[in-house]
């Protein structure tokens, strides 16, 4: 180290006085062009020598309409003038024809509204739309307390015929027999679908356009359906034959034979007595609208011109 300058590279090859410590004694001293290091059976000192031409041969040049190739014509169908005069006398005779109906549909609309028709769309219950029901859009705010509930007096009926087959169910399995129950299954299908016909409907198209007619109509047919749950709840053997309803009678005489079926019928006879007196509800909250708001007298003149009319 002594003997280099501070500008000499340490790292520079081909010194003299650099030293290999790995190498042999006797050959350490030996200049650096000569190696007596044999490296083994594929060690060969000889380099082989490079080929005398390394560069590939050049692809040849690619003609010029190699990726643009307009040589061969593309039969492309242009529509002429004719073709989209046709097609546009047909776009506007189209649109002539739904600018009508769209028209027609307008002026419907409004005919019916000025006539006081309204559309009904079935939409309840969601799941299986199957009447029209929209107490909150159609209804006056005033009157959508009584609404509902006669509503729910409705929906109470369901209720009572359907636990009404229930009990006569268990009654027939404990040898009652055959016949209760196809009175039952009866007072089900024309119980239901004719209470919304008979009496709710027209209650609630009379409360959305204010007429007396379906007032009186209402009033006729929900005192049938209240005298239909009192009679129910109490169920003497007159009219009906007596186990087919879920009264008081029937209860207590099936109570001994079997405590099940007793037990179901005075819970029948429990949801007739709570329809019965939210029916009354309904009936007196009406009456008080119909009268307070001077549709009697409304509805007898309608009534005077109806016989009168029907005289001449």
């Known amino acids: 180290m002594a003997g280099r300058s501070r500008y000499d590279n340490p790292f520079e090859e081909g010194g003299t006085d650099e030293v290999n410590p790995f190498a042999d004694k006797a050959t350490r001293g ?33 003609p010029a309409d190699f990726y643009n190739d ?23 005779a189209k649109e002539a024809e739904l600018s009508r109906r769209e028209k027609d549909i307008k002026r419907r609309e409004e005919a019916a509204a000025r006539a006081g028709i309204v559309i009904e769309d079935k939409n309840w219950p969601p799941f299986f739309p199957i009447i029209h029901h929209d107490i909150n859009n159609e209804i006056p705010v005033h009157l959508q307390r009584t609404q509902y509930v006669a509503f729910a007096s409705l929906l109470g009926l369901v209720l009572c015929l359907f636990w009404n087959i229930v009990c006569v169910t268990a009654a027939w399995i ?32 009379a409360m959305r356009n204010d007429s007396a007619l379906r007032f009186g109509w209402f009033f006729l047919f929900y005192l049938v359906h209240i005298a239909f749950c009192v009679y129910a ?32 019928y005075f819970l029948g006879f429990a949801i007739f007595c709570l329809e019965s007196l939210l029916s009354m509800w309904v009936i007196q909250r009406v009456y008080h609208y119909f009268r307070g708001s001077g549709k009697d007298a409304q509805m007898k003149r309608e009534a005077a011109r109806g016989a009168a009319r029907a005289a001449f």
Not at 71 to 91: A, F, G, H, N, Y
Not at 183 to 196: D, E, T
Not at 235 to 251: C, E, H, N, Q
């Open 30 to 62: 030996a200049p650096a062009s000569q190696s007596t290091y044999s490296g083994g059976s594929f060690y060969t000192t000889s380099r082989p020598t490079p080929p005398s031409n390394t560069r590939l041969s050049p692809l040849p040049p690619e």
């Open 70 to 92: 307009f040589s061969s014509p593309v039969d492309i169908p242009m529509d002429t003038s004719k073709d989209m005069k046709t097609r546009e006398k047909e776009l506007l």
């Open 174 to 205: 404990k040898g009652e027999g055959p016949k209760i129950w196809f009175l039952a299954i009866i007072y089900f299908i024309l119980g239901c679908p004719g209470a919304y016909y008979l009496w709710y409907r027209p209650l609630y198209r």
């Open 233 to 264: 709840a109490v169920s003497p053997s007159i009219l009906f034959v007596g186990k087919s309803l879920t009264g008081i009678f029937p209860a207590i005489s099936l109570i001994g034979k079997s405590v099940i079926v007793g037990i179901f």
